[in-house]
């Protein structure tokens, strides 16, 4: 046991500290089965217009049952406080069913993050991607018109999802109005806007800031990376050694605790970058390539945060990077549930004295929170700060 109270394994293979994954297991078999399909597939509703609905869900990977849970403390009980003296990064999940119908819930969750930056200590705001559904300038608008609840608040980072590209949102080939709603020079509310890979392009962007004496680095990516912004953020992280790095990319991480692995796992894995139009070339990169290329090279990442998958739009997966550090790999996405989401947004809290991070789920919509143990947990941030990374 850890001076975190967080369990470890030394024995377990299936828990082995190497620098492949490790996948975390639950101890509840309403979301996770040891030996069986997880029954919790068939108690969800069906797949939402948005992605493919024809196709049959994906079965969860087996969990051995004598797996011990390690690095995250798992809770079932009550919803978490926050914690005084703690700050917090927000995180907004696919807003797409939001600007398609539901455009409600998108604005109560900014307005929500609007009036809780001071109790909450809100750092930052972090979308995911997939800001819109159909990549038109009149869902842009809507989105925009959200977003501005946080403008002069707090600043906030954002990604594009593959909705976000392409006629009708297909994804067919990359032109996006992004850029055109979404303006780095005009927006009054990031401070923290560390740089861009394009002029005046926000498709791939640098932000840093500080909080009780730690320093951050949150690299945002575009659907999909192309090499070019691979060695870019290379760079970026590179220049940044002494931050906390976090990667934000919109597809990442399977909902099986897996990331994206299109060489060895191909369709296997549905809604893979590869399989869209626009990505079918070589010049892309999923979860597996960013990490190889990218997240495992520096001693100094802590975290990744993505979205795009469906199923229950959960996951979490720890790796070991070059250097030692632990990269926890977070997937957020609940636009499979009720109206496009029902409001679900993600609250990554630092707890004060430590390395504790701390993540809740809460919906301003429904003013509830999510305590499962997929939607629940805390685990320690294990940064390597005293190793440059490998250059080439």
């Given at each position: ?62 969990v ?13 009980a ?34 929500w ?53 392409g006629?009708d ?25 560390g ?45 940044h ?13 399977y ?138």
């Amino acid at each position: 046991m850890s001076a975190s109270g967080t369990r470890r394994s030394s024995s377990s293979s299936f828990l082995r500290r190497t620098r492949s994954c490790r996948r975390i297991p639950t101890t509840s078999v309403a979301f996770r089965c040891a030996s069986r399909p997880c029954p919790r597939a068939a108690l969800l509703p069906p797949i939402a217009s948005t992605e493919s609905a024809s196709e049959p869900w994906p079965e969860r990977r087996p969990v051995p049952a004598s797996s011990t849970p390690t690095f995250r403390t798992p809770m079932t009980a009550a919803a978490l406080p926050f914690v005084d003296g703690a700050y917090s990064i927000v995180v907004l999940p696919d807003t797409q069913g939001y600007v398609e119908g539901h455009p409600e819930h998108f604005f109560a969750q900014t307005r929500w993050i609007a009036d809780h930056v001071a109790s909450h200590n809100i750092q930052y705001v972090i979308h995911l991607g997939d800001i819109t559904h159909r990549n038109t300038p009149e869902q842009w608008e809507l989105a925009r018109s959200a977003m501005k609840n946080l403008d002069g608040r707090v600043p906030y980072a954002l990604v594009t999802g593959n909705h976000d590209h392409g006629i009708d949102g297909r994804a067919e080939r990359r032109e996006t109005h992004f850029n055109q709603h979404f303006r780095a020079h005009e927006n009054r509310s990031w401070p923290g806007l560390g740089g861009l890979m394009e002029e005046d392009r926000l498709d791939n962007s640098f932000h840093v800031f500080d909080a009780a004496g730690r320093r951050f680095l949150i690299v945002a990516l575009e659907w999909a990376p192309r090499d070019r912004a691979v060695v870019w953020a290379n760079e970026v992280v590179a220049r940044h050694p002494d931050h906390h790095a976090i990667l934000v990319t919109h597809a990442y991480l399977y909902y099986d605790d897996t990331r994206y692995d299109w060489r060895t796992r191909g369709r296997s894995q549905r809604w893979a970058p590869p399989s869209y139009g626009m990505t079918s070339d070589a010049d892309l990169n999923d979860g597996q390539q960013l990490f190889d290329k990218l997240v495992r090279r520096h001693g100094n990442f802590v975290m990744t945060l993505s979205g795009h998958v469906l199923g229950d739009g959960v996951g979490h997966l720890v790796s070991e990077g070059d250097r030692g550090n632990e990269v926890h790999q977070i997937l957020s996405n609940y636009q499979h549930l009720n109206e496009g989401g029902e409001g679900w947004l993600r609250l990554v809290e630092f707890l004060p004295g430590g390395s504790t991070v701390q993540v809740r789920t809460y919906s301003p919509s429904l003013d509830q929170y999510k305590t499962d143990v997929r939607n629940q947990f805390r685990f320690e941030m294990r940064p390597v700060f005293d190793a440059a990374p490998d250059q080439e």
